[in-house]
């Protein structure tokens, strides 16, 4: 155990030192991207923001189903098979089909190839179950169908998520999926995520729809009520135009009112539907509509067809910027519900970073004396392990670009209290050795193989817990049970290439001396 | 060194222990647990006010005007800085949190939001399911380890030792009424690894006495191995008191529970390796037949 190739000597050495190096570039400023690697601080200790949204997907399916519904209608016109009553109850669509037919809507819901029906092979499952009584038929989503929906209705509203927060422009967000219905957002940096958080909140569905001056009308009217909740409205249900022909839109200055409005361009087919509706409709109140309520209705007084149009309602300019933006970045496809969310202001953050590593280095200096109290000359090469053992712990971290947290700190001091176990195993060992072998370096050497499995042991349960931590775990926890798992490791290589390096070194020259330790 | 005969009080430490687990699971069952946030869902802000107009009363009053449920109002560190919790939790409306910082600081004067943490029921449920499952499942995977590297007997010595750690941390935790949130779960974890570490220590040197001893009673090996070991085990536990009480003393409010927890489960990892583990051994009379067996097969 006592006996080191100069290869083996060599290379501990070089990798200590190129880890060590990134330790130490944390605390330089060296403009090689490359070479140049920080820990990244977590929101804990930088500041910022973290939101858990979750989306609420059930108007997404009813829509789906409605869609659905149509499809069906069509599709079952084409055969020549004839159904009716199609109610959507319950998340399920049900129908009636005439006496004939039945077996062969079954064939079509059931079949493998089914167009109506899309089978999805590697999931051996339809986009529908379906049951059938007598005449009647009941569809609902089956488990795989209802999350490839969640799915795509998850990528759609993380884009435009992303499209929100990338506008307001916080620094480095990172926006993720969890699960198939949630979406982290952490936004480093942000003290207050009050504005984030009220852009996030909008679903921002567009649309212009006139109000209706009776309430007898094709496409039936509903009640909306204004934004500022002064009063109500009958509407159209008829939607002359959606935000989804929106190109741009952004905050401007009416010059004759002297009043902020926020002003917006169409595409081509926006801009067609646009002007045919705004012609046939001069001298009617047009109702733009945000989320089910009315922003403003002004008249129309002339047909408008350049596809540029402005929409007013008593907004401030941070208000207009706000509806702009969101206008911009589109609708999400279903609501968003903030279920969780942390702050922290960038003072905590910073009083957080100075009490950890103040404990950090008040804990190692006690660990150091009491360990060079303990063992004098041995008790310097524990200490020098351990000094090698942060070196390496911190280096690795930032070779990962592994988040640091407040509990991660934690961790780090942790390890140093319980990093020099090993070395304490190893000479306690070494010592009961000593009391029946004369030859010193005999007994340095089976101090190190009789306590290998004992330290391997130790170190091995205190491994388990990090690892269950880092999958358990979220956000400031696994942070913790990164640095102490790492921490487990480096302390392994530290004392059984570093510290036994010099230990065997000094004891090969100084076999004949009396009481080595 | 000379021997201490620590195999003399086992039995009035198991009765000391034993009392100790009652009280706690009494505790724990009639008291329960001080959930936080994290568990509990609710709001949770960290304030820091003028130093002129820092006073609880008057905060919890204007904090119970607002309407949030029930609100309790914790000095947090310095004079000017408070936790406030309280059981509304509305993230969704994007200016909730505006209103209130309002509406404190007309009536307390100026304040700094240092901290907000807003946890809905949905997710502290979850929270602490999977605080539980983790707790639950390094329980496990100790058991599992030691399974496979120990004897049965010496299994269940651990495991006991470490459900004696584990509910009598909680359990003071339950008298004191202090906080339990997601760093406390992670201390308990720790706690698991390191009294399993601790007995390890112990019991591989039993082990090794075994072999080597074939006459010596159990009663005697475990205190001639405890004391072998002991001068490391108490540097052991030193050092690493030393830290968890430099990040109990400096490390800041936000780690003072989970420093707590850890230098408990310190304190009772190091005494349970000794007098929980130890006295299984000899109360499941293992011998060197024991292991001998075994190692045939």
Redesign the interface.
Known sequence: MLYFSKLRVFSVLIFTLIISYFTISNFTKIDDDYFSKNIKLGL?LQGGSY??L?IDNEPVITQRLQSKVLEFKKFFKDKDIKVRNFVIEDKSIIFDVENSKIEDVKSLLDDDKSEINPYFQQYKSHQFNFENMNTSFKLEFSDYGLVLLKNSSLDQAIEIVRRRVDEVGTNEPNILKRGNDRILVELPGLD?P??I??LL?KTANLTFQFISSSSEESFGTEKLSFEDGSSEAIVSKRIVLSGDNLMDAKPTMNNQTNETVVSFSLDRVGAKKFGKATSNGVGKRLAIVLDGKIISAPEVREPIIGGNGQISGNFTFQSATDLALLLRSGALPAPL?????????P??GK??IN??I???I??FV??VA??FY?YRFFGLIANLALISNLFLLVGILTLFEATLT??G??GI??T???A??AN??IF?RIK?ELKNENNSIVAFDSGYT?SR??IL??????????V??FF???G??KG??VT?GVGILTTLFSVYFIARLITAYYVIKNKHKEKLI | MKTIYFNKFYKSFNILSGILIIASLVFLVFKGLNFGVDFKGGTLI?L?TDKSSANITKIRDSFNQMNLGDVSVKNFGNETDFVVKFEKQN??D??F??EIKTKLSSSIGSV?????????P??SAE?LR??V??VA??LA??LL?IWI?FEWQFSLGAILALFHDVIITLGVFSVFSLEIN??I??AV??I???S???T??IF??VR?NLRKYSDVKIFELTNISIN??L??TI??S??????????F????E??KG??LA?ILGVIFGTYSSIYIANPVLVSLKVSQRTIVKEEKE
């Open positions: 804990d939101l858990l979750e207050d009050g504005r958080k009220s909140g519900n903030i279920i969780e969310e942390r702050t922290v202001g003072d905590l009083d957080s009490a950890g103040m404990s950090l008040i804990g006690l660990v009491f360990m303990k407040l509990p700190i934690a001091i942790l140093v209290g319980m020099v176990d304490v195993l306690e009961e009789k499995t004992t042991d130790a170190n091995i349960t205190t491994l388990i817990a990090a269950i931590l358990m775990g979220s400031p926890i913790f049970s102490l | 960290e820091r993230s969704n994007p200016q949190i505006e700094d939001f240092r901290r907000v943490e807003n946890v809905g949905k997710v929270l999977s605080g499952i983790a499942l390094s995977a100790m380890y590297r997601l760093s779960v992670a974890l720790t698991v690894g390191y399993m570490n601790d390890v220590v591989d040197r090794e072998e070991t001068s490391r540097i052991t030193v050092t690493t008191l030393l830290a968890l009480l430099s990040i003393i400096f490390g800041g936000i780690l989970f420093s850890m």
